[in-house]
């Protein structure tokens, strides 16, 4: 079993079904294919609102494209320390906002507190033409270090935001995962609580490669697929990119999929457990952040489980990610079955 | 039958079966799974010499990042006037190339002449500190055009750029279809007449979406796998770049394909003429420019036969342009097929 | 005899006892001095509309930021071939344009026609999602050529521009020159004729090292500001950009200088004239180009002359330039003294 | 009496006589003139060393030029939390950088400490391909907070980023107050240590505007002088900043000036003491932290001195700088002074 990312894992069978029927026949390129065509309504049935929608192969894409929307190439994007955007995203920022700087804070589980938040932004705004002034606040949803933001933070943050005249961007590589944990509507999360642009996450969840920008305001569209053309992502087969995003939604894949990597790592985090390990996070989307004695990690390397170390987090710290195929009889039956070896 | 660009084909059936073998089981994400890991060995072997091969899922991409290991922020690249990277990339290559130049110049069939290219060099070169120097040279083959460079041709162009310390990019959106044309072996025109950087193409030619940065100078990995990742194009689920493109290197498919698009330009040349147009571009690989009058035109539409006006060439002018699954027989008997309409 | 440039003529008197003045006393840095304050009110009442004044210290500086103002990182800035900015800037309308490109086209003596300038726009906007859309026009006053624009001339451009879209810029690195052989109203060929932004030249007319980025728009400043500051531009001891401009405007010094550079010039014209130089373009600012033989070339330089070839017009053709300080007795003189030799 | 900074100060004396001298005459632009043919050799002399000096206009563009050199677009410049380049200079880094990103650290009086960076750029190295790894580091003499570091500080950073594979920038905005504050030869805390390229200020101690660039490695010539060029920063009448540079060395009048500044920041700390006020940073060289209570703060403001709040070191703290024309008679009897009032 490989826990190391959810990345690992394959596409999903009803997104190969997409791809497999699109496997015939001609379609205009660059998105003005048929399947193309009926994102924005798709999207906008899920939401509740209307919205654009703009496609990319990957999620870094997805963050980078839709942030340099709501920053200039002087301003500043407030994010966690923790954030992709900050430690994963090599200098993407500054690249696709001609220069724009990541100002971060610090919080629990990587997430941003709307209090300090403000305090944040009360201290760094205003300070004159030699400062770099905050223009945007980006959150993950669900966070880098496993949580997952309640519709009522969101909805402080976006209060906040509001207060300060900044824009909200959401990372939601994992929006799947928080939707799922949360139970709510999607909408509750995103442009309710104050969202302007939102990452959705396929990749991760089942899809082959794509990540849609979910534009809320759609007078964003034309300056996002103009980046998205100067970054080299605007696909010349666009209905690959279609096709898996519809069929993401069809009958609440999305979700499904979700569902399923949740539940993977509520049961990992129990089945670890009576292993004797300690979560320093509960899993409330797919991932899991455990502490582990170097004989249990032994142990689970041998029987072949896949993890990473996250020294983010501190010495003996693991992280754990479960996907949209993860084996529930398996990980269920792991301590049993250590036993028995 | 469409032919407005090759792009609007579909995926072909041996990448889908790629694809589809590998629907299961986890792989390591970011290049570092098995199949990615063949990648270099498979391409070594197409061109006969070690190589470094970095996928993207766009030619914008892999030539933006392929040519931006070329030059500096302050220096030029020198490429025809009708370059794709010069018309049909926005201000890609100044995004990537942190404001490198386009320096552009003409030729027949938007082919660079060496002669002309030896006496622009000399011109736009050592001119000062205000000016921008060329650094490196861009051409495309097959070209914009439709043309093929043959292998004395790009010869001759790396021996100017070799005695003006120029490096040489090439564009291979349609490389496939210039080496099945050309009969030469791959090596002939790239490395061995100098060329430092090829984006060899893949997704006009068969596959669902993915390009190949090919480095002929090993030393360029590092700074291409930064810029490919700084520009959100390094592909969490990277295997499903490698196993389309060793997919598409396998028992020679990419010759395949070029091969029977090319033939479909050659057959769709004879008989468009037969039906009196003029072709402006004898066809040497899979792009055919003719000469319509208005009622052939017409004719041809509302048989559902599309293509586009080209009026770079002038008006009347059209492109065809033929791919890996164009209609053999179909082509063949359209004038009779009109007539007997 | 020095015409290799009006760049190498030194500060006028003018604006050294300004310096001097202005030698003892501490004053707020950054713009917030007393004389920087006076700056706005100085140049409204020169150009008799509000304007908002950002100087800086270089002609490029101003030109760039400037510039960025009015283009997008997708879009294109429209310029001859010949300009300035895309001669003699480098990288630079990329760099701070975020990746603008130039789009040339040509025109007589450097200067842009409006009616070739309509065609241009008509052909070269959107054209789609690929390519780069012309966002503004940028003309040089007096040109690169030594031509003045009439304010016909400018009215028709203008005219262009708006029923375009675009917006327009002025590079008036010799804009005094312009105005001073116009006898003209400064609004004439500036905002009145739809003019956003002007950089108004004073280094090469008399001033130690200062231009002035004008807006009509007053909406620019802040963004303006943030350029200039972002690229290194804004001055601790802004007071000594302050005191040369205002000094420059006092007394209409700024055409007084322009007044005898041009009267240097038209003396110039005659004096090699007579000499048997033939004149490329008659005079019309402080810059003269014309063909000399081999053996007058030899001569004047023999004399002490110093001039520079000017390639870009074609073999035996030379640049002279005039200043404020050109001798114009020795410069009236000259075929007499040449003859006494 | 201003100490609100050392930038509200005039240009000295000796500056002004050097300007007006070179107010006559006509001079090669560019650079290419006489006395900017002297600056190289005037500088290797002050040094001790082969070094290659580009001067510019203000400290901001000697920093963000100088820096550009030592890091790559996907790269990060270590330096402190408080540096100027962080703080102060906008989003330059970024923009010069072509993306490069800041990675900020603590420490004491904003000095980086050795052992500290050494075990910052262990763990920020080598993270993989999505962080940024540092590759420079980037440091402030005299610190923002006034303090110097000393010989041994310095050699003890340079070895670790020797150790490291690190390039070292050092921003001396004020180094000729540190170096007469050390009483060290100015090399003994530059290229003798490992320091590659100095942002060598002037503008705050007695000049009208000029900072130079000191390339410690004559190669990284070509490479700032092009982006000096790209930025807007080349002087046309270069000579102009020539004649700064080598006023501002002769007879070590930038030695002079920095040591009348410094002691005149001593008797002010003393007065000022005196007077009830607590030093938060003993004055190394020409900067002083203190906390006044806010009778105090009121009582020397209604005497007309003018000072700033520094709420990075808290509340209650404020920033004195001294310059080289602070008058040291009135700084010694304040205290007597405000008794007597």
Redesign the interface.
Same mark, same amino acid.
């Given at each position: 079993m /490989?826990f *190391? *990312?959810d /990345?690992?894992?394959?596409?999903c069978?009803e997104i190969?079904a997409a791809? %497999?029927q699109? &496997?015939?026949? &001609?379609? #205009?390129? =660059?998105g003005q294919d048929e399947l193309s065509g009926k994102l924005d309504a798709a999207f906008s049935a899920v939401f509740e609102t209307d919205c654009v929608v703009v496609p990319?192969? !990957?999620?870094?894409?997805? /963050? #980078?494209?839709g942030l340099s929307n709501l920053v *200039?190439? =002087?301003?500043g994007v407030v994010c966690h320390h923790e954030a992709h955007i900050n430690? %994963?995203?090599? !200098?993407?920022v500054? $690249? $696709?906002g001609?220069?724009?700087?990541?100002l971060t804070m610090d919080g629990p589980s990587a997430k941003i507190e709307a209090e300090r938040l403000d305090a944040f932004l009360t201290t760094q705004s205003n300070r004159g033409? +030699? @400062?770099?002034d905050p223009e945007c606040v980006a959150i993950t949803q669900a966070t880098e270090f496993g949580a997952v933001y309640t519709v009522d933070d969101i909805n402080a943050i976006g209060q906040v935001c509001k207060s300060h005249d900044m824009r909200l961007f959401m990372d939601g590589a994992r929006f799947a995962n928080a939707v799922a944990s949360l139970g709510c509507h999607p909408a509750d999360i995103t442009w309710k609580a104050g969202v302007d642009v939102l990452s959705f996450g396929a990749?991760?969840n089942g899809a082959? @490669?794509v990540d849609a920008i979910v534009l809320f305001d759609p007078s964003l569209r034309k300056?996002t697929?103009?980046?998205r053309?100067?970054?080299? +992502? #605007? $696909?010349?087969?666009h209905r =690959?990119l279609a096709v898996q995003l519809l069929a993401y939604l069809e009958n609440d894949l999305w979700l499904k999929n979700a569902r399923h990597a949740n539940m993977a790592a509520k049961l990992l985090a129990q089945s670890l457990t009576r292993l004797g390990a300690t979560t320093v996070h509960q899993p409330q989307g797919n991932e899991l952040f455990v502490r582990l004695d170097d004989n249990l990690a032994a142990l689970l390397r041998a029987t072949g489980i896949?993890f990473r170390p996250w020294p983010a987090i501190g010495p003996g710290a693991y992280r754990f990610v479960t996907a949209w195929n993860s084996p529930l009889e398996a990980i269920t039956s792991l301590p049993q079955h250590l036993n028995l070896t």
């Open positions: /490989n *190391s *990312s /990345n690992v894992s394959p596409l069978p190969l791809i %497999t699109e &496997s015939e026949g &001609s379609a #205009l390129p =660059y990319v192969a !990957t999620g870094t894409a997805a /963050n #980078l494209i *200039s190439p =002087y301003g430690q %994963t995203e090599s !200098t993407g500054a $690249f $696709f001609g220069g724009a700087k990541l033409i +030699h @400062a770099v990749t991760k082959l @490669a300056k697929e103009k980046a053309k100067r970054g080299g +992502h #605007l $696909f010349s087969k =690959y896949i």
